[in-house]
């Protein structure tokens, strides 16, 4: 997406498809789902020798050290991705490094859901991160409306779409 802006009709969007032309498309309203930002002001981080950057997020290590050795951050306030299952991944990671484990948060393919009607959930590298780092890929798409599993239980919206090692292909 370019832009959106108030219109008469009620929010004018101008989106650039991959490839494509830029087109101006016309809706009822426009859900905004981002912005979300760590809340750690008034922690009195400070006072415990930490300084968040200009966005609020704390510096951290594989083991989700911070810059006070003994003070560990996960969740929201240790960075992107801010989603719940990265959170409890890092309180793991964490806990078990103080425990003396070694261990390290390096994470390889991280799932998102978008809670939308069809739900749009990914995992790994997009089509367009596999190409601007020049991988040589094969792409599936396969529409739930061809998936008899799908149609019986009348969810025939979507599509599957793979990214795969193009070495590997055997099709
Ligand atoms: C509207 C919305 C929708 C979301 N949807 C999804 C989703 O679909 N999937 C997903 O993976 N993630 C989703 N998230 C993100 C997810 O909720 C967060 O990434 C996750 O909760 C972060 O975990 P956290 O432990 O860092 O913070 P939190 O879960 O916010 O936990 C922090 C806790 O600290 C407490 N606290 C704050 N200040 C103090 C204080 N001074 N003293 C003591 N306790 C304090 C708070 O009360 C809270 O219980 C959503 C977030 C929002 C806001």
């Not at 959106?4 to 809706?27: D, M, N, R, Y």
């Not at 922690?43 to 594989?62: H, I, M, P, Q, R």
């Not at 393919?109 to 991988?135: R, S």
């Amino acid at each position: 997406m370019k832009g959106c802006k108030k219109s008469a009709q009620g929010i004018e969007v101008t989106l650039v498809p991959p490839g494509g032309p830029e087109a101006k498309h016309e809706f009822e309203v426009a859900l905004v789902t981002i912005g979300r930002t760590p809340n750690s002001e008034n922690l009195g981080l400070e006072k415990a020798g930490l300084k968040t950057d200009s966005k609020g997020f704390l510096a951290v290590d594989a083991q989700r050290r911070t810059a006070v050795p003994h003070v560990y951050a996960i969740g929201d306030i240790a960075g992107q991705p801010l989603l719940a299952h990265k959170g409890s991944k890092e309180g793991i990671i964490a806990a078990e490094a103080m425990a003396g484990m070694k261990v390290a948060y390096d994470v390889v393919a991280m799932p998102a859901v978008i809670f939308t009607d069809p739900e749009i959930a990914t995992v790994g590298m997009t089509e367009a991160e596999a190409k601007a780092k020049d991988l040589d890929i094969r792409v599936g798409i396969f529409p739930f409306a061809a998936n008899g599993r799908a149609l019986s239980v009348s969810e025939s919206d979507g599509f599957v779409k793979m990214i795969g090692d193009g070495r590997r292909a055997v099709y």
